[in-house]
């Protein structure tokens, strides 16, 4: 695996702690691996495998080595689905898995950074990976991590917790790639192929990976700024909430709603601003089909502004939904609020007719 020579910089008594994270990690993918479509789960397997092996990204992989890695890791999942999340032991002491402050104060001096948190469909991610540094931005402390000792197989780029910004370049730099290799198959005009054109990945894969990293690692730091706010607003009440429905439409259609707010509140002023279009491509690229569904009119934006270089209904769209999808928001958790799952067909309702 790619961590044994990291593994051996770490001081001894750290030596057994990416293997613990790694163990917790193996835990939750036994556990949520089957809800990715065959599609995204084999190609999210063989980036996982490139992870672990430590090949480049232009480096083709072995047909038959993968496939034995596949039913190894596959029966390793059957014999952990079951088990619960260990302890980590850090200089003697033992810590909660999903005590990530703690850990953390214990880590820093060690340069280290670690996240525990639970995502979509109320999976729960891990990650150990080296501290590349922090930035204070206002109120809240974003901390931009290098290569990764431990990870899960879905490894999103960017959590926030509290105030807390947590952005993991090493998977960011490897959804760019999977993207990458997602619009080669047909190579679209489309906003991905767009973004993609404004970096020189034919002639220099490395070095436009590496632009394109820096350069997205703002964006999903706004993002998860304006996650921040879009709970300040909405207080604990939506946790409490999308806890009460996990893995179901609903939890996707209101984690929608906040993504719009967030990025309504942070993400598209804050790219208006910085007028520079491979993010601004970028992130209509990756625009999931749920936040299509339920905003056509902010495509509509996007598409004006291609046509005719021209922001204003952008502008329009993002004063527009900051106020819409608060009122979403705060009327979801007032139906959640009075009938909680027996209100769960009129939240889809309001959702599907509130559409912008």
């Given at each position: ?32 691996a089957s809800d990715f479509t065959m599609c995204v ?316």
């Amino acid at each position: 695996m790619n961590d044994q020579p990291q593994r051996a910089s770490l001081p001894q008594q750290l030596q057994a702690l990416p293997g613990a994270v790694q163990h917790n990690c193996h835990i939750s993918d036994a556990r949520f691996a089957s809800d990715f479509t065959m599609c995204v789960y084999l190609l999210k397997m063989r980036e996982y495998y490139r992870w672990e092996m430590g090949l480049d990204y232009a480096a083709k992989l072995p047909h038959d080595a993968v496939g034995e890695w596949l039913t190894q890791r596959e029966h390793l999942w059957e014999t952990l689905e079951s088990k619960p999340f260990i302890p980590l032991e850090i200089d003697g002491k033992r810590y909660d898995p999903f005590d990530a402050e703690s850990i953390n104060r214990t880590l820093e001096k060690h340069q280290l950074i670690y996240s525990a948190g639970y995502g979509a469909k109320a999976k729960p991610h891990f990650y150990l990976a080296r501290l590349e540094r922090n930035i204070d931005h206002q109120a809240y402390r974003i901390h931009i991590s290098a290569e990764e000792y431990a990870r899960d197989l879905s490894a999103p780029p960017a959590m926030s917790q509290n105030s807390e910004v947590f952005i993991r370049r090493e998977s960011l730099r490897r959804m760019l790639w999977e993207r990458l290799e997602e619009w080669r198959w047909n190579r679209l005009d489309n906003a991905m192929g767009r973004a993609l054109r404004c970096y020189d990945f034919e002639n220099n894969l490395e070095d436009a990976l590496e632009r394109m990293t820096d350069t997205e690692i703002e964006t999903l730091a706004l993002h998860e700024i304006g996650e921040v706010q879009a709970g300040e607003l909405l207080g604990e009440r939506w946790r409490d909430m999308i806890d009460s429905f996990p893995r179901s439409r609903l939890e996707l259609m209101a984690r929608a709603v906040r993504d719009h707010l967030a990025d309504a509140l942070s993400t598209l002023p804050a790219l208006l601003r910085s007028a520079h279009p491979p993010s601004l491509h970028f992130y209509f690229a990756n625009l999931s089909g749920m936040r299509k569904q339920i905003y056509p009119a902010i495509l509509e934006a996007y598409r004006y502004w291609v046509e005719y270089n021209d922001t204003g209904r952008l502008e329009e769209q993002i004063n527009a939904g900051r106020e819409h999808w608060t009122q979403v928001a705060r009327a979801l958790l007032d139906l959640h609020d009075s009938r909680v799952t027996t209100a769960w067909r009129d939240m889809e309702s309001l959702i599907e007719e509130k559409q912008l």
